[in-house]
């Protein structure tokens, strides 16, 4: 585009320079007829001159290099379906932290009375095509709900600047209207659908499909066969995510107590003369966050293996693996054998865990990147069902976890226990682990947790899941069949 600007830039001032000596030629149009020489000069303008400026190769070829440029690079360019998943994560973010849609398009990150929970250095408002496209992607899908709220301020966006166009917008207000229609009609309000519907009128006065709306929704009214409750974008509705905000610690008294910080060797040599510096985080579930598990070198050092491997994540249906909408974020396995960092971490966590973590006991590491309003909705590590794919190593269920954050976010992205009902800010370079099994070897429930969507910023972490077998003698059931 830089090229494209810079060359047609440098043809219009070339087209300014002839325009002008024409304009100047022609300030006295009898002395062109007088003079022989301007006489000439007129006579080859109008013939060749004018022509070869109007059908200009060089504008055609302007256009051509900007085409082919757009072809090079067209492949690694967002597709349709990365901008209709960028529309759904504003829309989760806006659900699961209760923020305003006029607030979104604004810049603003803000809940109703409260402090914004992200304020970014650049505010960038949300133009009303912008608001147009989210409001969209929720109307394809029929869910009236969200096309309300986006189309509104669209709708709002676009009275504001009526008359003006931009060179980049795919809508226009009369678009906003025409769908905003039809999505307080779904959702029962047909008043409100009629006079949006003759808002629209005025602007395109010659829509018959619109005037029959009209006459529809008038119809509708009058019988009131159509009628239901009105509703509108400020009603309560349940949002499809669980809220992740910051959730108070509901532990009891006697258990905070034994919550705490200390410095761990775990009767390991391998942390001797450099022990691990443990947060306990949670009794029950046990969950401790281990501070500066690695250091930011390695943390770069993974990111950068796992980064050409990355692909959509999937997760366990019954006995297959499959993509699914309540999980967005793309992942990577990496063996012990592809880098000593890799190795090196292996052996950290099972100085930390004392646990074995030798094949096949213990899963690859699995790095993971959330990126826009990325997030995991409330599932268990650990199978719930003997048909899981996670039987299929023969080692087990998952009795453990222990998750990396390999990078720090602005706002988001803390991992909240649903259950036990607290949640884990993102803390770069530290380890987050839990048993996902009781001594009994059944799932401990209280380990639902989530990954709340990353409100700004990149979220990477490394997984390590590891099995049941081989951890019998390491950590042996308790006397107590019900611990």
């Not at 990355?310 to 909408?325: C, D, H, M, T």
Request: proline share 7%.
């Amino acid at each position: 585009l830089r090229s494209y600007l810079r060359d047609e830039s440098s043809r219009l001032r070339r087209l300014r320079r002839f325009y002008e000596k024409v304009q100047a030629l022609h300030q006295d149009p009898k002395a062109s007829v007088d003079n022989p020489l301007l006489a000439f000069s007129l006579i080859k303008r109008l013939h060749s001159d004018w022509p070869n400026i109007v059908y200009s190769d060089e504008a055609t070829s302007n256009t051509q290099a900007l085409h082919a440029g757009l072809k090079e690079v067209e492949q690694e360019l967002p597709g349709a379906e990365d901008l209709d998943g960028a529309a759904r994560a504003l829309m989760r973010l806006q659900d699961v932290y209760a923020l305003s849609v006029k607030g979104l398009a604004s810049g603003v990150f803000q809940r109703a009375g409260h402090p914004p929970l992200y304020s970014p250095g650049r505010r960038v408002s949300l133009s009303a095509d912008d608001c147009f496209h989210v409001g969209k992607v929720a109307y394809d899908t029929g869910d009236y709900y969200h096309s309300i709220a986006w189309l509104e301020e669209a709708a709002s966006l676009f009275r504001l600047s009526y008359g003006s166009w931009n060179l980049e917008d795919r809508s226009s207000l009369e678009d906003a209207l025409d769908h905003l229609a039809f999505s307080y009609f779904m959702a029962g309000n047909i008043s409100h659908a009629l006079s949006l519907s003759r808002e629209f009128l005025r602007y395109d006065p010659s829509n018959q499909r619109v005037s029959r709306n009209v006459a529809k929704y008038k119809k509708l009214l009058e019988t009131g066969t159509g009628a239901r409750v009105p509703w509108s974008p400020s009603t309560p509705v349940p949002p499809s995510c669980p809220p992740c905000l910051p959730l108070p610690p509901q532990a009891a008294p006697e258990q905070l107590l034994h919550l705490g910080c200390s410095y761990e060797t775990n009767g390991s040599p391998y942390l001797l003369l450099q022990p691990a510096k443990k947060e306990l985080v949670q009794i029950q579930p046990y969950v401790a966050l281990y501070h500066d598990f690695i250091t930011d070198a390695e943390a770069e050092t993974i990111k950068g293996l796992a980064g050409p491997w990355l692909q959509r994540s999937v997760v366990a249906s019954g006995e297959k693996q499959q993509k699914a909408e309540y999980r967005i974020s793309k992942s990577a396995w990496l063996k012990d054998t592809a880098d000593p960092v890799v190795r090196a971490l292996d052996t950290r966590i099972a100085a930390v865990t004392g646990l074995d973590l030798r094949p096949p006991y213990a899963e690859y590491l699995q790095v993971v990147n959330y990126g826009l309003g990325g997030h995991y909705e409330p599932h268990f590590d650990h199978a719930t069902s003997r048909k899981s794919p996670l039987y299929r190593m023969k080692s087990g269920n998952r009795i453990a976890t222990i998750m990396i954050y390999l990078s720090s976010v602005e706002a988001g992205g803390s991992t909240a226990f649903i259950y036990a009902n607290f949640s884990v800010p993102v803390v770069k370079n530290a380890a987050l682990f839990w048993w996902n099994l009781r001594r009994n070897g059944n799932g401990d429930g209280d380990t639902l947790h989530a990954g709340c969507p990353v409100l700004a910023g990149d979220k990477w972490v490394a997984n390590k899941w590891i099995h049941e077998h081989g951890q019998e003698f390491r950590r042996p059931c308790g006397a107590d069949p019900q611990d």
